[in-house]
């Protein structure tokens, strides 16, 4: 792994530890590492990519205490941004909320409906064994509510989920995922938008 966190590294290392008779603890894993300057600092610059105030229709969480318990039961999807040499681009993600893999995605240099929509379809043409009743779950950014979005839903039989607000924990798994990339495997600043 390129990048990987403390508390990760850990759990991968511990059986081996454990094998050596060593005794060695995830706190003291993150002393030595910050010792000898290995821990990885995660950036702090942001780039915004919801917008929710807009007159668009909002639709309910329907997560709220709901767990899925097969695949292709629930899609979270996201919009991060990714940058290059070039500039930031965004990366619209849909990602299965019970396998965690990200059924669809499109890497695009704006943030308009088109790019979210080409995820989706990229999601739905990937299940093989649909639940009779998907649920797609996002934030409320104005990409996710367009008529565009909406339409293609609806085409698919998808029932829109939201979040309640700025509260980027009712969309948590999704805000991971992007943490993942970007902090794990998207730690080198690549040249074009084609090299991402």
Not at 18 to 45: A, M
Not at 155 to 169: E, F, L, V
Request: hydrophobic content about 35%; charged content about 25%.
């Amino acid at each position: 792994m390129p990048s990987i966190g403390t508390r990760k590294l850990y759990w991968l290392i511990k059986p081996k530890l454990l094998e050596q008779g060593l005794k060695f603890g995830r706190d003291q894993l993150f002393k030595v590492l910050k010792e000898n300057d290995l821990l990885i600092r995660p950036k702090r610059r942001y780039t915004k990519t919801t917008d929710s105030k807009h007159w668009m229709k909002k639709h309910p969480n329907l997560l709220k205490d709901y767990s899925p318990i097969r695949a292709n039961e629930v899609f979270v999807s996201d919009i991060t941004y990714v940058e290059s040499a070039e500039g930031v681009h965004y990366l619209s993600l849909v990602t299965d909320a019970y396998t965690r893999q990200i059924k669809g995605y499109k890497l695009s240099s704006d943030m308009r409906a088109e790019n979210v929509v080409q995820a989706l379809h990229m999601a739905m043409k990937s299940i093989k064994d649909r639940a009779t009743t998907l649920i797609h779950h996002s934030d409320r950014g104005s990409q996710y509510c367009s008529e565009l979005y909406q339409s293609a839903l609806q085409r698919y039989g998808i029932s829109p989920s939201m979040t309640d607000g700025g509260d980027c924990y009712q969309n948590a798994l999704a805000e991971r995922i992007n943490g993942i990339l970007k902090q794990e495997f998207l730690t080198t600043r690549c040249k074009t938008m084609k090299e991402l």
